[in-house]
């Protein structure tokens, strides 16, 4: 037996002879609201006793000032009109609609301008515009131009048919409350204060629930998983102590380079790993001292990397290819201990886009500047970021950076892959530090942030943290379980 409210027996009672109609239809039969028979609608069609189709159309509605050309014609043929055989661009000039018409005249090459003198070429007209204006449609190039202009807006019309199906039919054969039309049992779906207070619900016939059935689901707004864990990142950071800093996309190549003693031939610096500008900014004070360093190791015991070094070359400018040139910018400023300090900022390089690979990426950046700081600091750090971040096991290996000495690449284990490395770190040498006058070592790291992303987002291709997927957004859960690797210890 099949149990009905009494809604949508008076639903079928109009579908047996109605067999299909539209919501707003059936609503004036059913002195409802089209809400309200949609909603009936949903319930029968889980019963199988109707089927709900949904119908989206295109629909345009017509701007302030789309309505204003809807009467008067639009600003090209209101001008069009006044040209002549001799006329003058002065007098063109004074029409309200010049400055728009005018220039989609000239756009469209149905005039010519000569010596001031306003000519039309050949035989112009704008008959295929006002069409448009008068009867948009979609996916003609001529509307799509219209919206493009703001004269039209295009929106979506939804409507919902319905329709029995033939076991609905089958149904309201069977039953004579439901074709007689008469009859019907009433039932109770919502009850009020007073129903509860005075116990009327006891003698009511109250609607059956489905237990088991699933409600609908409710998409609330949400952050971005990446930026929600680029958020977690930051505040473990700032509970740790740092200070977050903060810089230019575009820097100098002195900054992003000569700074951080990578010469001036390394192979970072080609144009296949960098993207270069063609501006070029002057050097800031004291850049003789890194000149000097890279030519002849300046006043330490470094020898330097030799040659000559170029001056042309330090003043042109890129898209930041690290976060590191924020450091050792931080640190030409804050010279005395204690400095600790770290940055989450986008980096730019010149990579093939892949699931594993984007040319521009996030990359968190930190450094630690204080008395008798050593390098087991560095890990004890790197080792209690990434536990805070959920991994329980991280290791390190030996590693070589332009800029740091010792240097390592930290590494977590995760299930299914192994040992990952995600990024380097070291102590700044100090052919970095000398030449700012920083006396006391520098702890500093660069890590991928992305790669940490995918790690404990489960994803395997990087192109998704950079996408609207709203598919993906909405089914991505917003607390995660803090642990996400295995008890493996190396």
Known sequence: ???????????????????????????????????????????????????????????????DEGKEYFKQGLPETQILKFIGTDTHLTDLQKHTAFRIGFG?????????????????????????????????????????ELIKRGILQETDTVTHRVSITSDGIALVKKSHTITSGMGYEVVTGTL??????????????????????????????????????????????L??????????????????????????DHPAREMQDTFYLKEQVPLPLGWERVRDMHERGGETSSTGWGGTWNKKKAEQCVLRTHTTSLSIQHLAVHKNPPVKAFGISRVYRREAIDPTHTPEFEQLEGIVMDKGVTFRHLLGYLKEFYSRMGFENVRFRPAYFPYTEPSVEPEIYVDGLGWVEMGGAGIFREEVTAPWGITYPVLAWGLGV????????????????????????????????QRVTSGRRN
């Open 1 to 63: 037996m099949v149990n009905l409210t009494q809604n949508e027996k008076r639903l079928l009672a109009v579908l047996e002879k109605e067999k299909k109609a539209d919501a707003r239809h059936l609503a004036t039969m059913l002195d409802a609201t089209p809400e309200s028979v949609v909603q009936w609608a949903y319930l029968a069609e889980d019963k199988g006793l109707v089927s709900l189709e949904r119908i989206v159309d295109k629909a345009f509605i017509y701007t």
């Open 239 to 264: 509970e740790m102590g740092f200070t977050e800093i903060y810089g230019d996309i575009v820097q100098s190549s002195f900054w992003n380079f000569d700074a951080l003693f990578q010469p001036q």
């Open 192 to 237: 009020s204060r007073d129903q509860i207070i005075s116990r009327e619900w006891k003698n009511l016939n109250l609607r059956r629930y489905d237990v088991a059935k699933l409600p609908k689901r409710v998409y609330p707004g949400k952050i971005h998983p990446y930026q929600r864990l680029i958020e977690e990142m930051r505040q473990i950071l």
């Open 450 to 481: 992305s790669r940490v992303a995918m790690l404990k987002l489960g994803l395997k291709d990087l192109r998704l943290l950079y996408q609207s997927d709203i598919e993906w957004i909405r089914n991505s859960p917003v607390h995660r379980e």
């Open 104 to 144: 989609q005249l000239r756009k469209k090459g149905l005039i010519s301008v000569n010596n001031g003198m306003v000519s039309k070429v050949g035989k112009p007209s704008t008959a295929d515009d006002e069409t448009a204006l008068k009867n948009p449609r979609a996916g003609d190039p001529r509307t799509k």
